[in-house]
């Protein structure tokens, strides 16, 4: 998938609100893509309370903080504000992953988002323990990489914690993926 540009072309393109029985006018029970989002952790020693997908983390998260958990790369979203709240948020700084594309069997331009999101508990050190283990999986480049990332756990005090949870947002929206060619 790195061979086309999604990011820059349907960034904004963002359809909010076509849920229900039909998107666009097109059945749901018609071939959807997955658009998974996956977030990046946020420290969770900033932050008092559970962290949720809306948790501000205004200016910007640390980047400091992802190079700490080894994470080498920065998302691919810096931020985004795909849901137009008016602050920057936990769920801001993502990567986007798809689950197909044109020449794949089922692929539709029907997307349907998922937020990847830590599942965050409220402890600091438990929070911390989770997020070690979430970013060994980031960058996140394909649905196999992001089914593996939600079946990951880790153990905490002899308590075993899943480490990601898949988020419906309800968003559906219209875009074709296209060549890299396609921008010039």
Do not use: R
Not at 4 to 18: E, H, P, Q, R
Not at 116 to 134: H, K, L, M, R, S
Request: glycine content about 6%.
């Amino acid at each position: 998938m790195s061979k086309f540009l999604v990011t820059a072309l349907c960034g904004l393109v963002f359809a909010v609100g076509f849920t229900g029985s039909a998107v666009g006018g097109v059945p749901t029970e018609q071939a959807q893509a997955d658009f998974f989002q996956v977030v990046y952790p946020v420290d969770p020693s900033t932050i008092s309370g559970t962290i949720t997908p809306l948790t501000p983390v205004s200016p910007f998260p640390d980047t400091s903080y992802w190079t700490s958990l080894g994470i080498t790369s920065t998302p691919q979203c810096e931020p985004c504000n795909h849901e137009g709240t008016p602050s920057i948020d936990a769920d801001d700084f993502h990567d986007h992953v798809l689950d197909s594309m044109p020449t794949n069997k089922g692929y539709s331009p029907i997307w349907h988002v998922y937020l990847v999101f830590p599942t965050y508990t409220g402890v600091a050190a438990v929070d911390q323990a989770i997020n070690v283990e979430y970013a060994k999986h980031l960058p996140t480049k394909s649905e196999s990489a992001v089914v593996n990332l939600l079946a990951t756990t880790t153990v905490f005090n002899a308590t075993t914690y899943p480490v990601a949870q898949i988020i419906d947002t309800g968003v559906f929206f219209l875009c074709a993926v296209v060549s890299p060619h396609a921008v010039h």
